[in-house]
């Protein structure tokens, strides 16, 4: 088995101990009976806070499948996001409210149209700027309840 060098007399010998005997506490000691307690092994698990926020960490990234750019004289006009009503409920989403679409050169409020036709996972884009095909963005909910840090008004 493996075993651990450790200085001996004088003359610098080695004396082998077997390493497989020994344990290492938190405290650095090394017991060598074989025994050890559980939380000299295991640290503690710090769980994250169980209050959903707006602001998590999960933000699944969907991808562009069609683009749509209008001229000036077409009726429906301005930014606009559809996705799918799987991925509008993950993101608290509902027709016809803004969210924020991060793409890789800019963000950018967009109206949300919630459609079936779209494949869970995908976007359809409406004159957003700075997104194109196969790329990926990130949809989420402005939170507009919350006022922004370090301005105080008043």
Known sequence: GPVAAASGNKRRACVRVPVRGLVRLESGRVRTDGSFSFDAIMKRMRLPDSQIRLESRFRPALGVIEYIS?????LERGPMIRLSPADARIRLLTAGELAWVE???RNELAVVEIDDAVPDGAVVVRDIAGVALTERVVVTKPDLDTPPRGKAVG
């Open 103 to 105: 793409g890789p050169r």
């Open 70 to 74: 209008t001229k000036r004289g077409d």
